[in-house]
Nanobody, 121 residues
């Protein structure tokens, strides 16, 4: 069992940067692959990025490749999502997720409550 709490969301302008954090408690953080998903109003939840247990490898959605960076600090039980060059279409509730294998599918075992990111034009 692991509990996830996201933070760092907010209202920014197009072109700005924002860093989201997700802190885990419970079972050993380093045994979980981590991911970020997002859900815009009226849309399905979509994959954003995922990172392996060690942080050595990461994958990204095409829509954020080159603008977003996922990273993790296993000593702090935290995964980050650095978001640069934000666009209005990045507006969504962002969720972190944890499971034993990193993947793009929306079936992770554990989820946070989400943090709102709003990008104004």
């Amino acid at each position: 069992q692991v509990q996830l709490v996201e933070s760092g969301g907010g209202l920014v302008q197009a072109g700005d940067s924002l860093r989201l954090s997700c802190t885990a408690s419970g079972r050993t953080f380093s045994t979980y692959a981590m991911a970020w998903f997002r859900q815009a109003p009226g849309k399905e939840r979509e994959f954003v990025a995922a990172i392996s247990l060690s942080g050595a490898s990461a994958v990204y959605a095409d829509s954020v490749q080159g603008r977003f960076t996922i990273s993790r600090d296993n000593a702090k039980n935290t995964v980050y999502l650095q978001m640069n060059s934000l666009k209005p279409e990045d507006t969504a509730v962002y969720y972190c997720a944890a499971d034993f294998v990193a993947r793009r599918s929306n079936d992770y075992a554990y989820w946070g409550q989400g943090t709102q990111v709003t990008v104004s034009s």
